[in-house]
């Protein structure tokens, strides 16, 4: 069955805001740390953050992108803001004990985000 499902991705001006929701199973909220990655045309998947008890944040991102996440609901927001053209790509919602390191157990069907300069 789906155990990841993500929302909210579009098409946004640079500088502009898009907020990405990953609504996860309950076995997989618990268990896993939840986080994105995302690949732009031609490139690698990239980590991008993943909270678990703490919130690591790839340096790209710093200060623009927010992870958050609401127990009640099993679901995991990324808030993007001072979107830039570069951010453009397709970003997947992962569960994993070691996301920053890579190692990704679940991943989502992904959304896509196009920021136009």
């Known amino acids: 069955q789906v155990q990841l499902v993500e929302s909210g991705g579009g098409l946004v001006q640079a500088g502009g805001s898009l907020r990405l929701s990953c609504a996860a199973s309950g076995r997989i909220f618990s268990m896993y740390d939840l986080g994105w990655f995302r690949q732009a045309p031609g490139k690698e998947r990239e980590f991008v953050v993943a909270?678990?008890?703490?919130?690591y944040y790839a340096d790209s991102v710093k200060g623009r992108f927010t992870i958050s996440r609401d127990s009640a609901k099993n679901t995991v927001y990324l808030q993007m803001n001072s979107l830039k053209p570069e951010d453009t790509a397709v970003y997947y919602c992962?569960?994993?004990?070691?996301?920053?390191?890579?190692?990704?157990?679940?991943w989502g069907q992904g959304t896509q985000v196009t920021v136009s300069s």
């Open positions: 909270i678990s008890r703490s919130i």
């Open positions: 992962a569960a994993g004990n070691r996301l920053s390191s890579g190692r990704v157990d679940y």
